[in-house]
């Protein structure tokens, strides 16, 4: 849950942001950015790290500094400075989100991996729904800054239980040498296998349109519709609710469906759902009809990152926290990449909408051009 309560949690947040320090909409969206930078180059340097020193150690050296990072946003004087430090608080809290994955792959393969995975999304997705609203509620006691302390002592209370309840998953035997040539080579070998590209990108791809809905929303929903910050928490944690129930589904259909089907019903239902989001700007629909599109195109996107990472990783266990670390690099730098389009025009919703149709188009060609039909059974399809 790394990703969505460390984004999301401060989203009430940004327009106060922007009026305190100063700047712009884009700007301000730039700390998202720089947070997802620092989530995509933490995990690859946290996930090669962890095949060599076990996963435990580097996960609770990475809460820790996250704690420190999340108290130094509280106080940042500039957004120059909070950008610099919302990085370092992504690189920290990178530990958390790429060895959850390298520990499912430490224990378990195939089916039950992608069951797994499935489960870790229905967690995953509570942070869309609990986040904003809990930092909408928060700003009627406190401001903004207020908000990053609450992510330091989030930080304290996981820290606790990680170091209560996390074993070590990688026993020695299975540890690999250290050395940055090693984890280059390692790379490279992966991004040759044309299935573990196909939907590590795919996949990543799906963050894009996410966070071009995350980033875009607060202002979309508070300057171009007028709500105030708990509505917007409100209507946010809504379509979270759309992520959640397509976790659980997803969750509940593997051994019936098989996670290709559920990756390819969840990328045409996030296709759907774009193209109904852009429909209901340009037609000046309202806030419902936007509201009610997003919340199908979520809804797709609950099936997409869970099922395109038990897919990529199924053939590479021996190397599970590298791969992971490729993963999580990919689906941050585009999601990081995505944050600050929609606010390129100013107060208009439509780079949003066009934001999510983009990438999930380019999400559902990337799976079937790169791994290819004739490739997908063979891409891990469990029996």
């Not at 790394?2 to 700390?31: I, K, R």
């Not at 609770?60 to 946003?73: E, N, P």
């Amino acid at each position: 849950m790394f990703g969505p309560l460390t984004t999301d949690l401060y989203l009430p947040g940004l327009p106060e942001v922007a009026d305190e320090l100063g700047t712009s909409e884009s700007q301000v969206q730039l700390t998202l950015t720089a947070c997802l930078i620092g989530l995509a180059l933490g995990q690859a340097i946290v996930g090669p790290v962890s095949d060599t020193l076990g996963r435990r150690r580097p996960l609770l050296i990475g809460l820790g500094l996250f704690v420190l990072a999340s108290l130094g946003c509280a106080v940042a004087p500039s957004i120059l400075v909070l950008d610099l430090l919302r990085l370092v608080q992504g690189l920290c809290g990178a530990a958390g989100i790429v060895l959850a994955r390298a520990i499912v792959r430490d224990r378990w393969s195939g089916l039950e991996a992608a069951r797994i995975y499935a489960g870790l999304m229905t967690a995953l997705s509570l942070g869309p729904i609990l986040a904003p609203t809990i930092g909408g509620g928060l700003l009627h006691l406190t401001d903004w800054r207020g908000l990053f302390v609450v992510l330091a002592g989030w930080g304290v209370a996981l820290l606790v239980g990680a170091a209560i309840w996390v074993p070590e998953t990688l026993p020695a035997s299975r540890r690999r040498p250290a050395g940055l040539g090693r984890t280059l080579r390692v790379m490279r070998q992966l991004l040759r296998d044309r299935v573990f590209t196909g939907y590590t990108v795919g996949a990543g791809l799906s963050f894009g349109a996410l966070f071009s809905y995350i980033a875009g929303s607060s202002f979309v929903f508070q300057d171009v519709y007028g709500v105030s910050p708990q509505v917007y928490a409100l209507l946010f944690g809504l379509n979270g609710l759309a992520l959640l129930g397509a976790s659980v589904a997803n969750h509940r259909l593997q051994e019936r469906v098989g996670p290709v089907k559920l990756l390819r019903a969840g990328m045409l239902t996030m296709l759907a759902g774009g193209a109904l989001v852009v429909l209901a700007v340009v037609a000046d629909a309202g806030l419902a009809a936007l509201v009610a599109a997003l919340f199908v195109a979520v809804a797709g996107i609950g099936f997409v990152p869970s099922n395109g990472v038990a897919l990529a990783l199924e053939h590479h266990g021996a190397d599970a926290g590298t791969a992971s670390a490729l993963i999580g690099v990919v689906q941050f730098m585009i999601g990081g990449l995505a944050a600050p389009l929609p606010g390129i025009a100013g107060a208009t919703a439509l780079p949003m909408a066009l934001g999510v149709l983009g990438f999930a188009v380019a999400a559902l060609v990337t799976v079937r051009v790169v791994v290819g039909s004739d490739r997908v059974e063979h891409a891990g399809e469990p029996a």
